[in-house]
């Protein structure tokens, strides 16, 4: 799979999440290294979408923690 689209009801709390996570990210940049390199493991490791959502969930989960506090 080359591309995956993704879309939100822009009343959604699906993308609230999904802004949230971005703005942390985005405000704590020491973390993106962090996901870059989850995201490259998991391309390597599994072979298909559901497992490498599956594997960013734990890394993502806990940045929306931190972006709530």
Do not use: W
């Not at 802004?19 to 973390?31: C, I, K, S, V, W």
């Not at 390597?44 to 959502?53: E, F, G, L, P």
Request: with cysteine; hydrophobic share 30%; proline share 1%.
């Amino acid at each position: 799979m080359h591309h995956h689209l993704y879309v939100c009801h822009q009343d959604s709390e699906e993308l609230a999440r999904h802004l949230a996570f971005r703005d942390y990210l985005r405000n704590n940049p020491e973390y993106i290294i962090e996901y870059e390199k989850i995201k490259r493991d998991l391309t390597r490791s599994v072979s298909d979408r559901q497992a490498y959502t599956r594997g960013k969930g734990k890394f993502i989960n806990r940045m929306l923690e931190k972006a709530t506090l």
